[in-house]
């Protein structure tokens, strides 16, 4: 989906209503004040929407002003996002959990929708604005607390392959078909994992070989097994002959537990067999089984929380493009 949302469309006086109401809907629930004073009507701006799988990409044009999340939005509107600004014009701060992420050209930030926060412009500016579902980072990264609000340089390393990656998705995000779209959702978010790796509150002891090793042998047999239900924590330390808590420590330095990265990773092979031009022909719930799911319903929900939308929804996908 692509749309563009403008205060052009709307009379000079409810141009500033019409703003708040525009990031509410693209992004959560905030509020916004223009930083310096004047009428209502002198403010200007826009938002172009483009919806991947498990992935909005916005770019937002806009003058001076401060947005914030406040308690009272997060207890009106529980919604659990992760975003990304990408600075692309003019100079942003991002502010949350006591730190101040101040953004130039090329850097971006993370920040968290469960907890405050406050996004301040001090003259017009340009974002590209990622928007994922806060279970989907949370399964790549520990601790996401302590990376928010904290500045990325896009000017090296990963950082920089994400900036020319989002810039040369930008020009052809409207022709990909729903199995690109989200191999391209995908390797974004294998990108800003990346960058956000390199932040110092990020970085962990090496694990030793042994541990790399069995962690290794474990998620290969994991997605050698997704489609056998009886696949569990025990029957992988039985059949590695390790013992369950040897598995448990293993897993130790991950971000999920063998039981969480078992289940995230059924559910990501659905995502993409719900795409898949090849298993068009088979159900929703078909394709759930032969994942390793059991129960169609719980299925569903799991699906929902991961990925934003039902399945079926997500499926629909290919018949929009």
Known sequence: MNRLLSTDTVPREQRLAYWTDMICNIYVQLGCDPVRGGPPGDFEGSIRQHTLPALDVSVVRSGAQSVMRTPGHIARSGDDYFLVGIQTRGRGVVRQDGRDAVLAVGDFALYDSTRPYQLLFD??????????????????????????????????????????????????????????????????????????????????????????????RIKRRVDEQLGDA????????????????????????????????????????????????????????????????????????????????SPREWRLRDRRH
């Open 230 to 309: 009886e696949l569990s924590v025990g029957s992988l330390a039985a059949e590695l002959g390790l013992s369950v808590s040897q598995l448990h420590r293993v897993f130790k330095s991950e971000p999920l537990t063998p039981a969480q990265y078992i289940w995230e990773r059924r559910l990501e092979a659905c995502s993409r067999d719900l795409l898949a031009p090849a298993l068009a022909g088979r159900t929703v719930s078909e394709i759930a089984y032969s994942r390793g799911f059991n129960d169609a319903a719980h299925f569903s929900r799991a699906f929902r929380e991961r990925f934003g939308s």
């Open 123 to 216: 003259d017009a500016f340009e974002q590209i604005v990622l928007k994922l579902p806060g279970e989907r980072l949370r399964s790549e990264l520990r601790d996401t607390e302590a990376l928010t609000a904290t500045a990325v340089s896009g000017r090296q390393g990963a950082g920089h392959l994400l900036i020319n990656m989002i810039g040369t998705l930008r020009e052809d995000i409207d022709t990909l078909q729903p199995a690109s779209a989200l191999a391209v959702a995908n390797g974004v978010l294998s990108i800003l994992v990346a960058g956000l790796q390199t932040l110092p509150a990020a970085r962990s002891p090496s694990l030793s070989n042994l541990t790399a090793f069995h962690l290794a």
